[in-house]
């Protein structure tokens, strides 16, 4: 958890989304156990309502995880025939979410692909108009030209953790490693927030997220 707004207000928040019961519950739990980053539930539920009100169909997501996300966005965008292309690069997540969507009964009509978003992103050439940008947060400014390309006009790109615990707002690094991230993620708000192409909102949810448009 992020600690970007208070813990009260996220409470307050988070009791008032419908239950998350079956398989969101279950890897919520797997995440705390393993210690494995999945967005928050209002997180989810903002990608659910984005994708449902924009009435997305392709959708593409970078970085999977366990396939927390990409079930949130499943519920929008299936029962209307989308398409959900969904990569990610850590072997034991990505066979993880294997089993989670045969399990939620999706494992068809989810494209998931195993490898590293720095060579499969540009293999990629067909239009989405929906794209969930949520891997290394050093590499969105290395992502962005290529997202801003795949992306249709009139739809929309989120990125997740933005703020990344807090450290790109304070500028209070925890490890020395993540010194590069923090300066990058700095770099990528200004670049998204100015780019000619885009428009986008910061919005202080979960770690903070940015929801840009293509013009």
Not at 30 to 55: C, F, M, N, S
Not at 64 to 83: D, E, F, K, M, N
Not at 105 to 121: P, Q, S, T
Not at 204 to 215: A, E, L, N
């Amino acid at each position: 958890m992020s600690g970007i707004i208070q813990p009260e207000v996220q409470q307050y928040i988070r009791n008032l989304l419908p239950p998350r019961t079956g398989i969101f519950k279950e890897m919520e739990q797997e995440a705390r156990d393993k210690i494995i980053p999945i967005v928050e539930p209002e997180v989810g539920h903002l990608l659910y309502w984005l994708a449902l009100t924009k009435q997305s169909c392709r959708v593409l997501e970078i970085g999977t995880a366990i396939g927390y996300s990409t079930l949130w966005l499943a519920r929008a965008v299936l029962p209307r025939g989308g398409q959900i292309t969904t990569m990610e690069i850590n072997r034991p997540r990505f066979e993880a979410a294997q089993r989670y969507f045969k399990k939620a009964g999706v494992a068809d009509k989810i494209k998931l692909i195993l490898g590293d978003a720095r060579e499969l992103l540009f293999e990629l050439t067909e239009p989405y108009d929906f794209i969930f940008l949520d891997a290394a947060k050093g590499k969105y400014i290395e992502f962005l030209d290529k997202c801003v390309e795949l992306l249709q006009p009139g739809g929309i790109m989120v990125a997740e953790d933005v703020f990344m615990r807090g450290m790109v707002i304070s500028g209070q690094i925890d490890k020395r490693r993540n010194k590069t991230a923090v300066t990058r993620l700095r770099s990528y708000l200004e670049m998204v927030m100015e780019h000619p192409k885009l428009e986008t909102i910061i919005i202080p949810v979960g770690d903070g997220v940015t929801i840009s448009t293509r013009k």
